[in-house]
């Protein structure tokens, strides 16, 4: 089978890496002259809790031939114009969309169409460098069909499940919101500079870290999606049912969350990617609730002052401290007073 990796992130290039050991033909679609470099001298190097192996295979900077599945790998924005230029290689081609979004499918089918799209929810983190890919912490797939059912997702799963543990669901766009919901509290604690896990132990922050999942939780009730339950968390509704629980009981989510070894490393991949790729990653981020509430016709004030603040600390290069921090968001979701309408009418 030969399968293509069309794009620079490290996630998809782990898994093409151990496509290549497990003797699969891959080929990576790069933009990193120095990662093609790499790779066609010494191939992948893939670093793990298990060891250290070497992936052999093929990387370029274009997709030449048709592949027999393709691995989307892009970011979330490159998701239309990279599968707008080689569209005509990839009619009828199952394209696995590896974003971690709940809209990254719906790009793809703009371009190829409904009937070859899956979707995968990534439980893992991993980070890239030339001709490298370090993934410390093991982690899972899920993966679906969003939009209908064509027969062709068992033999992604087993191809898949033969190097990480692949599992198929059935609401896969429940597992894409449930994975955004319970990341959220990345994005404020990176903007002082901290992981989810040091944020939760100071109590406002975490406070800060149920308001901005309750009111997505909120928003994905409104819009009558179906959370789904991961792997190695509470189930769902146990946890939306928590999250509406007054403190010191909501406290319980945000510790628990930054306890789980994936999502201590997924913070700091988040932290650094804010500092130094600018603030596109909170646009698929806390964003997408902003993009759900102006969907439903409702405010976001936690996750809107949650990308206000993101993009001024990237725009300036200057972290927080949590003072300035939470004084932000209280300026930003302080309920406005019925004398306040009153004043500005009469304005």
């Keep these: 089978?030969?399968?293509?990796?069309?794009?620079?992130?490290?996630?998809?290039?782990?898994?093409?890496?151990?496509?290549?050991?497990?003797?699969?033909?891959?080929?990576?679609?790069?933009?990193?002259?120095?990662?093609?470099?790499?790779?066609?001298?010494?191939?992948?190097?893939?670093e793990s809790a298990a060891g250290r192996v070497n992936a052999k295979l093929?990387?370029?900077?274009?997709?030449?031939?048709?592949?027999d599945v393709l691995l989307l790998n892009t970011g979330i924005s490159e998701i239309v114009p990279t599968l707008t230029t080689y569209q005509p290689l990839l009619r009828d081609v199952p394209i696995v969309t590896l974003q971690n979004?709940?809209?990254?499918?719906?790009?793809?089918?703009?371009?190829?169409?409904?009937?070859?799209?899956?979707?995968a929810a990534v439980l893992f983190g991993a980070t890239i460098s030339a001709g490298h890919v370090n993934y410390p912490v093991a982690g899972s797939l899920l993966i679906?069909?969003?939009f209908e059912s064509t027969g062709i997702a068992e033999s992604i799963v087993a191809l898949l499940n033969g190097v990480i543990p692949t599992m198929y669901v059935d609401n896969i766009r429940g597992a894409h919101w449930t994975r955004l919901i319970t990341s959220?509290?990345?994005?404020?604690?990176?903007?002082?500079?901290?992981?989810?896990?040091?944020a939760a132990e100071d109590s406002t922050l975490r406070a800060l870290s149920v308001d901005v999942m309750k009111?997505?939780?909120?928003?994905?009730?409104?819009?009558?999606?179906?959370?789904?339950?991961?792997?190695?968390?509470?189930?769902?509704?146990k946890i939306v049912s928590i999250l509406h629980m007054p403190s010191p009981v909501s406290d319980i989510i945000p510790r628990m969350l930054s306890k789980i070894s994936r999502e201590e490393f997924v913070a700091e991949l988040i932290v650094s990617s804010l500092l130094?790729?600018?603030?596109?990653?909170?646009?698929?981020?806390?964003?997408?609730?902003?993009?759900?509430?102006?969907e439903l016709g409702a405010r976001t004030p936690y996750n809107s002052t949650v990308v206000k603040v993101i993009?001024?600390?990237?725009?300036?290069?200057?972290?927080?401290?949590?003072?300035?921090?939470?004084?932000?968001?209280?300026?930003?979701?302080?309920?406005?007073?019925?004398?306040?309408?009153?004043?500005?009418?009469?304005?």
């Design 101 to 119: 979004s709940p809209r990254a499918a719906d790009y793809a089918a703009v371009v190829l169409g409904k009937q070859y799209i899956l979707s």
């Design 311 to 347: 993009k001024g600390v990237t725009s300036t290069g200057k972290l927080l401290t949590p003072a300035q921090l939470v004084s932000a968001i209280e300026v930003e979701t302080r309920p406005i007073t019925s004398e306040a309408v009153r004043t500005s009418q009469a304005a």
């Design 215 to 237: 009111e997505a939780a909120d928003l994905t009730q409104q819009k009558g999606i179906q959370l789904l339950s991961l792997p190695e968390l509470p189930p769902v509704n």
């Design 276 to 294: 130094h790729e600018g603030s596109s990653i909170i646009d698929h981020l806390n964003g997408e609730i902003i993009q759900l509430g102006q």
């Design 144 to 146: 679906g069909e969003p």
């Design 184 to 198: 959220l509290h990345h994005g404020f604690a990176a903007a002082i500079g901290l992981t989810a896990a040091q």
């Design 1 to 46: 089978m030969h399968i293509v990796i069309l794009g620079d992130a490290a996630v998809g290039n782990l898994i093409g890496g151990l496509l290549a050991v497990a003797g699969e033909s891959v080929f990576i679609v790069s933009n990193d002259p120095s990662h093609i470099s790499a790779i066609t001298e010494q191939g992948l190097w893939i």
């Design 58 to 67: 093929q990387a370029g900077r274009q997709l030449t031939e048709r592949p």
